[in-house]
C-alpha cells in the first residue's frame, strides 16, 4: 500500500493540534493537506514524526476535518487513519522500553504530546524506574505536565509524589488542580496533610506569587482540600509584605478620586477624567436650593450614576469587563468575585461620592438614615398606597459598632416585607415577625414577569463574543492602518470584502454569514444585517443582562423572538443576577470567599476592634441599602407604568 504522507520539516511545520475549535485549526489542517501524497515514507521515523503523527489522528478522529482533508487531497482518511497507527505502532514496538531516553532528541513544546503518548500507549509499563525519574528530573518536564495523565501519575505513584513535595512551588500546580482551574490528578499516596504543609512551605518561599496567596487566603471548604485557619493567616501576612513590595518598588497602579462641592458651580455636576485620576466636582448650590427628598434621592441616580438608563447597578463586575491581560494574571474561580481594576477603581469613586454626599447633606440637617426611612414609610403610602412598611434605622448618636449591628437586620427585613407584599399584595407584620428564615439576595421576588433577560449559552454569547470582542481574531487585517475596537467596529467604520480576510478569518466570520447577522451588499462589502438585533447583543455583551420593560416596544418584541428560538430566559427578581451577585460579595461569603462578609462579622463577632473599619464598614452598608432602595422604586414604577398602560 501506498504511503500517504511524506514526513520531515522544520517544527514550525509540524501539525499540532490544539483543540477542535482553536483558531488554528484551518492552518493546521492546510498543513496535513500539504503533507499528503503519493509517495512512501523515505527516511526513517523519528519520535518527532511520531509526536506529529499523533496529532494528526486527532484532527483526522473529527469528522468534518477528516471530510475536509478527504476533499481537498482526493484520499481516503481512513486509509490515513490505519497507516499513521501502523507507522505508531512499529515505532513504539521498536522503541517502547528506551522510549524516555528520546525525550532529548524533541523540541520542549512538544513535551506535553511526547507524555500523552506515555500515556495512551501504556509505555509507562515498559519504561524503567531509574529512566522515569531521570526523565521527571529533565528541565521542560514539568510536574504539572505529567500530573495531566492519570494512568501515568499512579502507575509512578511514589517517583510523583517525590518530585511534588521536593520543590515549594508545585503547590501552584496542586492549588489551580483543587479550584478546578487545570483538570489534573494527584499520586494516591499523597496525603491532605503533605498538601497542607506544602503550602505552608511555600507562603515562606523567596518565589511566592501574590496570587496565589490570594487563592489560599479566599479558598473554599467545598474543595476537597481543607486549608486550615493559621495557614490562610500565614498567606494573609505574607500577602500583606508582596503588597508593599510591589508599591516600594513603583510596580503599581496609582489611582485617585476628588470630590469637591463648589458653591459656584453653574453645572451640577462636572467629572474629569486624567488617566486612572477622576476629579468630580458637584454643584452645592443645587443640594441647597433643591432638598425634597425626591430630588435628593434622584441625585443619586442623575448625578451620581448608580445606576444606568436601564436602571442596572452601574457598580457590579460584569464578565467582560476585565481584559484579557488582567484576566490572564488575576485569580479565578466560581468560588471569587471578579475584582477588576476597573471595578475597584468604580467601587472607589461609588464610595467617595457616597460618603461625600451624606456628609453635604448634613450640613443641611438632612440624614441618609431618615431619608431612607421616609421611602419606606411616607413615600411608599403615599406614592403607591403601600401600608405597613417598617424601617428602623440607628440614631445619630449611636456608635458605629452598634450602628453596624443595628442596620444589617433591616436590610432582611426590608426583603421579607418586599417579597410578602409582592406574595400577598399587602405586608403582614404579624406574619413577618413569626418567620424567622431569611432570604437569600436571589429569592427576592418581582412585581413584574420577564423583568430579566440573559443570554444563554450557545446563539447569543457566540454572536456576541465575535461581534464585540477584541480576541475574536476576525477583525484585524495587516493591509489597514486603523485600529478597531472588535468586528462590529471594523463593518460598521470601513468597507471591507471577503477577500480581505484571511482564511481562517473568514472559516470563523462564516458563522456570521450562516445565522444572518452580516451579509454582502451589491457590492461585496460586508454588512449588518439588523441594527436592532446587533444592539440587543451589544447589550448582552458589554451588560450582561436586559432590563425588559425598560426597552421600547419594538426591541421587547425581538427579545421576545429570541426567547421563542431558546436564545435567552426570563427572570423575575427584584435584583439581576449581577446585583444579587454584588450584595453577597459584601454582605457574607456564602458564595464568594474574597467577599467582605459584613454580614457575619458582626452577627457573630468576627470583626476587629477598630472604630475607623466599623464606619467604612457602616459607609457600605447605607451604599447597599441606597441600593436597594432605588431597585425597590423601580420595581414599583415599572409594575405601576404597565398597569396604567398594558401592552
Known sequence: MQSLLNNGGGLLDRVKFYSEWDMACGIELNKIADKINVSSFENQCKISDIIEFHNILKYLEIKRFSDYIEEVTHSDSKILVKELRKKIGQFLGVYGSNYAKLYDEIDFIETEDYLEIIEEYKLYEKIGELDFKEL?????????????????TEHCD????ER??????????????YLGETTLFLPPSLLSDEVVELIDRYIDSSEVNINYLRSIITFPTNRGLIIPDKVKLHAKRKEIIENEKIFSNGTGIESSVSITYPTDLNEEIIITKTGTSVDIKVSRKWIEENQDLPTLWNNFIHLFNIVDDKFRLTLVSKTNGMSALESAFSPSGSHLY??????NFMEMIANAEVYSYIQVMNTFNIRIEDMIEWFFMKYLKDEFSIENFVVKMPSDVTPYFEKCRSILPEIDRVFKQYNALVEDGEIDQELIQLSSSSFKNNEIK???????VYPLDGWCKTASYLLFSDQSGIFYLPSKKEKYRNFLDLVVKDSVKKSDFLEHQLH???WLFDNELIFENDDGYIKIVDIKTVYILKEFYYEDVLSYWHYHKEIRSLIDDFERKNYVTF???LLSRNEQDYLDYYLNKSKFTNGFDIRNRYL???NGSDENQYKTDYYLILKLFIIIVIKINDDLCIKEDYEANPL
Not at 511514589?158 to 509524589?161: E, H, L, Y
Open 158 to 161: 511514589s517517583f510523583v509524589k
Open 604 to 606: 457573630h463577632g468576627t
Open 571 to 573: 427572570e423575575s427578581t
Open 338 to 343: 471578579k475584582t477588576s481594576f476597573g471595578f
Open 136 to 152: 521527571l528530573n529533565k528541565e521542560y518536564v514539568h510536574i504539572y505536565m505529567v500530573l495531566q495523565f492519570k494512568r501515568l
Open 446 to 452: 418581582s412585581f413584574n414577569t420577564n423583568k430579566y
Open 164 to 177: 511534588i513535595l521536593s520543590d515549594p512551588r508545585n503547590a501552584e500546580t496542586i492549588i489551580s488542580k
Open 508 to 510: 470563523r466570520m462564516q
